[in-house]
């Protein structure tokens, strides 16, 4: 089974946790959020390795961070192992329950199964996405 | 190849905990489980697809399965969705 990591803001990585959590009936395993704030921001690096090897179990790491260009996806990029270690930004609550789900295939197909989920769950809620979702 | 239609009879419909319960039990079987709401078909061994399908109680949507233990899926998703994914209401 494929580790995931959350690297973001705050406490985002933990909350995301805890929304699956909450639809899932139960904490996944292998799932844990490095949550950057100003206090632990000089000793991410190291956290984040040795989060890392708690969470690889052999099939490898799959890594979701909030924002390209920010801090914690900045550390991200410095733990990263192509074909071990993958990272993506732009982490969501979608984004997140299909990597739980397919993390028992490749990790290359965990990374484009996650890629796909994340942005199918961007939408702008026109009139008929809501009465479809309300019964109205 | 088995197929039915079922309508969703739970208050908050096929919402997120009745999506992981439903997608978790399709899970457990060798048969293709596919579910059709207004023409969208999606597996329903797929969370983040059955979700998406957005029914609300009161939708009829149509069940598919398709194996070598497709009645013993069949029975176990309309098990589900009978019992109001054990929501009560």
Redesign the interface.
Known sequence: MIGILIVAHGTLGESLIQCATHVLGERPMYLAALDVTAQTQSNMLEKGRSLLEELNQGDGVLLLSDVYGATPCNTMCRLLRPGSVEGIAGVNLPMLMRAITYRTESLNSLVSKAVTGGQEGVLYINSELCDATTGC | MLQQDVEITNKL?LH??A???L?QAAGQFQSAIWITR?QRRVNAK???GV??L??????IIRLEADGTDENQAMETMLALFGDKFGEGE
């Open positions: 419909g997120a905990r999506s992981a319960k997608t207004n797929s969370i983040m979700m998406m957005a029914a609300a109680k009161g939708s």
